[in-house]
C-alpha cells in the first residue's frame, strides 16, 4: 500500500505548478487549463484522504467538483469566445476592464 | 514494489506533463499535455482504489472538458501563436511566489501527513458510490443538475453573435 502522504505531495507539485502557470501566463485559454490543474490536485487530495479515513463522502465530492469543473468549463470558454469576437485576442492583459 | 514502479512511474509523467502545460507556448501542445497529465491521475486513483473516479476522470476530464478546450482553440485560430516575452521582474516574481508556495505545501503536507492505514479493504466501487450518493447527497446532485442547465444557458448567451463584427483575418494577434 502507498502512503498517504505521497499522494499529497504529488497533489501540492500539481497545485503550485497551477498557480505558477496562473501568475506567469497571458494566454486566456493557458491559464484556464492551469485552474483546471489545480481542480485536479484538489481531486487527488480528496480521494487520498477519502481512503485514509474511508469515508466514502470525499469520492462524492470530487464527483460534484467534476460536475462544477465542466460547467466552469462552458461558461469560461464562452466568455473567450466572446472576447475574442469583442478585440481578437485572448490575452489577459488586453481585457483589464469590465465593460465593452 | 511493482505498485510502487507503477507510482513513482506515473507521477513522474503527471508531474513533466503538467510542466509543459505552464511552460509551453503553443495552447494545442498545453491542452494534449493536459491530457496526458489527466490519464496520469487516472491511474492514481486506480490506486487509491476508486476505479469507478479513475472512469470519470478519463471520460469527463480527458473526453469532454479537454475536447471543448481544443474546439476552443481550434475555432479561435490560436495554434500558431507566440506570447510575446514582457514584464521580466513580474515574472519572476510569480516563479518564484509558486516556488515558495510549492515548498511550504510540500513541507506542511509531509510534516502533517497521517501514516496508518487503517484495515481493511476500502469498498468505492460504482455501487457503493451511487447508493452514498442518493442517500445522502440526492439535495446537492439536482443542485448540480440545476447548475449544469444554467452554464449550458449562459454558454449560449456569452458565446452568440450580437451585432455585425468583422471576423478576423489571417493569423490573429495574441
Redesign the interface.
Known sequence: ?????????????????????V?????G??I???I??MV?AV??TF??Y?????Q??G??F???V??????????G??????L???R????VDEANLMRW | MITFAIFFFFAAIAVIFAAVVVLHRNPVVGALSLVASFFALAVMYVLLEAPFLAALQVIVYAGAIMVLFLFVIMLLNLQHQEEPRTRPVQQFLGYTTSAAFGLALIYYLAKFGVTKLPEGPFVSDARTVGIRMFEAYIFPFEMVSILLLAAIVGALILSGRTGAIPPPTGENKL
Open positions: 500500500m502507498i502512503p498517504t502522504h505521497w499522494f499529497l505531495i504529488l497533489s501540492a507539485i500539481l497545485f503550485a505548478l497551477g498557480v505558477c502557470g501568475l506567469t501566463r497571458k494566454n485559454i493557458t484556464f487549463m492551469c483546471e490543474l485536479n481531486n487527488l480521494v487520498a477519502a481512503r485514509q479515513f474511508h466514502i463522502h469520492l462524492l470530487v464527483f460534484f467534476m460536475a462544477i469543473a465542466a460547467a466552469e468549463a462552458a461558461v470558454l464562452a466568455i473567450f469566445i466572446s475574442f469576437h469583442h481578437h485576442t485572448i490575452d
